[in-house]
């Protein structure tokens, strides 16, 4: 009678804990929108991107960056930018409401400042289809200044140029990206996201284009999850898509 009684316990607790995390329904798919204005040097690739995405149907996410590329050798640039965003949600949102009941808190109108190194050797590929393949390794560390989280994103990408009369015509990517927490969270890879999708050089000043990205994120225990329930925990995987337009616009 005991063991059935502690069994019983267990099997509550268990309900109750998850109960309290986060669903792990997959979102429907989300849109997109990236506009990205380049003034060119011959040393210096400046840049001002405003992007805008709905990943949930109540979470939208907005960012602001600023920041310039320097050319340190043929095929390595180094990057300094500054990024304010809105929208984030992180694992400490999962709270609970007036109610008592736990839900996402409402981050739509929160802004956060970052600060972005970033590191992005390049290379042709020539052993593929004739010189138009190009290889991209970025890596960015990021500061949130409100949060004083430390993160690193890596992105290895291909891109195939179309080339019509020598000139771009065209270009296709594929890129995947891991987002690690350096000073948080629970788990090594936080995030990952794949994203391919084509350029349309309509101009030498206009290029819009299309991709696809689909990605997914873990969410661990929240600081008010670890106060109402201490020895618990949970881990709980969001897997969704995006789907968006982008517009590159050159000064240079």
């Not at 607790?13 to 986060?22: F, G, K, R, T, Y």
């Not at 690739?45 to 939208?60: A, F, G, M, P, R």
């Not at 030498?204 to 109402?228: D, H, I």
Request: charge should be positive.
């Amino acid at each position: 009678m005991t063991k059935i009684c502690l069994a019983l316990s267990f099997l509550i607790s268990v309900a109750a804990s998850a109960d309290h995390a986060p669903s792990n329904n997959s979102p429907s798919m989300g849109q997109a929108a990236v506009v990205r204005f380049f003034y060119k040097t011959p040393k210096f690739s400046n840049l001002i991107e405003y992007k805008q995405h709905t990943e949930v149907d109540t979470q939208k996410e907005s960012g602001l960056t600023l920041g310039s590329r320097y050319r340190l050798h043929r095929n390595f640039k180094a990057g300094l930018f500054f990024s304010r965003r809105q929208g984030l949600r992180h694992d400490d949102d999962w709270v609970k409401d007036n109610n008592n009941d736990w839900v996402w808190q409402n981050t739509n109108n929160r802004a956060e400042n970052f600060v972005i190194f970033e590191l992005s050797p390049r290379m042709l590929l020539p052993f593929l289809s004739g010189k138009t393949w190009v290889f991209e390794f970025r890596m960015r560390g990021e500061r949130n200044l409100e949060n004083d989280h430390n993160s690193l994103k890596l992105k290895p990408g291909l891109t195939y140029f179309w080339l019509k009369n020598g000139a771009p015509f065209m270009n296709f990517f594929l890129q995947y990206e891991a987002y690690l927490p350096l000073n948080y969270g629970t788990e090594t890879i936080y995030q990952t996201w794949i994203y391919t999708g084509f350029l349309f050089h309509w101009s030498k000043r206009f290029k819009p284009g299309l991709f696809f990205t689909k990605y997914e994120k873990k969410w661990g225990p929240s600081a008010t999850f670890n106060t109402s329930s201490p020895g618990e925990t949970y881990l709980v995987t969001e897997s969704s898509s995006i789907l968006g337009l982008s517009l590159n616009i050159n000064f240079n």
